[in-house]
């Protein structure tokens, strides 16, 4: 009876194998025409980005990281927020200009991610040490790119403000563009609609 049975599984098999008997159900469901390949695009200008990604994190990791972390928390907190800054990065490799910039843009978008994520490797091990390092190395990398594109805008990590009665004894002053004589449309990409 097993000789039996074994005749028939490995007949089953090889039928199916040679294409006699047809394939399982699951594989005979309608099949889509093609892949589906979305297209990606900037929806957001790129100061939007800075303002509202990459420079109210960078800030929160400041601020956790005057002293060491006290708790797993708050080390998966700094941790989450360099990874949000290395997402920022991708977002911006959507957005490069169309100008002989790309290449730098590129460059120094992909050094702002590869900054964000030592961050975060760092963070996930809470290294109190690497992390400050780690801040700086970021602030440094979008110095560069800043530099590159003639953005007027210094990021200085753990810098005390420059006079607390003027910070509100909270917050350091931050230089603005209309502060620097620079209208609110100078530097933003145009609307290709």
Request: aromatic share 6%; glycine share 8%.
């Amino acid at each position: 009876m097993k000789a039996f049975r074994s005749f028939w599984l490995a007949f089953a098999l090889l039928a199916i194998l040679a294409g006699v008997l047809p394939p399982a159900a699951s594989q005979t469901g309608p099949r889509p025409a093609g892949k589906f390949n979305p297209k990606l695009e900037p929806v957001a200008e790129t100061k939007l980005l800075m303002e509202g990604l990459a420079h109210p994190n960078f800030r929160g990791m400041e601020k956790l990281l005057k002293q060491k972390p006290g708790d797993a928390q708050a080390w998966q907190f700094v941790r989450g927020q360099a990874l949000l800054v290395g997402e920022t990065a991708n977002l911006l490799m959507l957005r490069p200009p169309r100008n002989p910039g790309q290449s730098p843009w590129m460059e120094r978008a992909t050094a702002l991610r590869t900054q964000a994520v030592k961050l975060a490797r760092a963070a996930g091990r809470e290294d109190f040490a690497g992390c400050r390092a780690g801040l700086k190395d970021l602030a440094a990398a979008c110095n560069r790119c800043h530099d590159s594109f003639k953005v007027p805008v210094r990021i200085v990590p753990f810098e005390e403000p420059v006079n607390k009665a003027e910070a509100g004894g909270k917050r350091r002053p931050e230089v603005r563009a209309r502060d620097l004589g620079i209208s609110a449309n100078q530097g933003r990409r145009r609307d290709p609609s």
